[in-house]
């Protein structure tokens, strides 16, 4: 079963600084999606950048990116420039693409990220 | 073109009542998803289905959960008998026919038990 771990329950990172959140992931599957979502406290899921296994360069959303290194399953993601607005949960979550995983999502347990004048 | 519309926004029941929670997908939307988030975890699949047909109910509870999604009207999420433990947040989400990357989350249902 695939599985998604984010090992940061907290960071916190100041305004206009970079921060890294951290995912690792286990799938014995060779193409997938990985995603990374947002969920202030409006509760809506948000979804921020999205990477698809096959591609080898890293995606890009604005101030976003990720670092996604297939052979060690990690799938970090890169706030630059962070702003106040910034202050969320934030999941990675992992999509299959074969029979059994390409109807659902699995998420990790989220990282929330406070973001400090 | 409005989002994936879930409604209530805000649900009370008391223990042994039936709780039914309603998703429209987004217009040209065939497929609905529905996720459980536990307080302080991520969202856990529950249901797959597409219109009259569960695909995929592998994170369904075995019992006092059921989920429809008829050919006319929203997909129905319902609980009947809730406990305590069925506290949650309730998420829908729906994606077009062959796009497996275009899911798009509602703003989920709120579910207190008390």
């Known amino acids: 079963a695939q599985t998604v771990t984010q090992s940061q329950p907290e960071m916190s990172v100041q305004e206009a600084e970079t921060v890294t959140l951290s995912c690792t992931y286990d799938?014995?599957?060779?193409?997938?999606?990985l995603f990374w979502y947002k969920q202030p406290p409006s509760r809506q899921m948000i979804l921020v950048i999205r990477?698809?296994?096959?591609?080898?360069q890293n995606a890009t959303e604005n101030r976003f990116s990720v670092n996604f290194q297939k052979a060690a399953k990690s799938f970090s993601l890169k706030i630059s420039d962070s702003q106040l607005g910034d202050a969320a949960m934030y999941f990675c979550?992992?999509?299959?693409?074969?029979?059994?995983?390409?109807?659902?999502?699995?998420f990790g347990t989220g990282t929330r990220l406070q973001v400090t004048l | 073109n409005a989002g994936v519309m879930q409604n209530p926004r805000h649900l009370v029941r008391r223990r042994g009542q039936e709780a039914r929670l309603r998703c429209s997908p987004m217009?040209?939307?065939?497929?609905v998803y529905w996720y459980r988030q536990l307080p302080e975890e991520g969202l856990k699949f529950m249901v797959y289905l597409q219109k009259e047909n569960i695909i995929d109910e592998s994170g369904m509870p075995k019992e006092r959960f059921s989920a429809e999604f008829p050919k006319e009207g929203p997909s129905i999420l319902r609980i009947q008998q809730v406990v305590r433990g069925d506290s949650a947040a309730y998420f829908c989400a729906s994606s077009p026919p062959g796009n497996p990357a275009g899911y798009t989350f509602g703003s989920g249902t709120r579910l207190t038990v008390v």
């Open positions: 799938t014995s599957e060779s193409d997938y999606y």
């Open positions: 990477q698809e296994a096959y591609k080898q």
């Open positions: 217009k040209g939307h065939s497929h």
């Open positions: 979550a992992y999509r299959g693409l074969n029979t059994g995983t390409a109807s659902k999502l699995t």
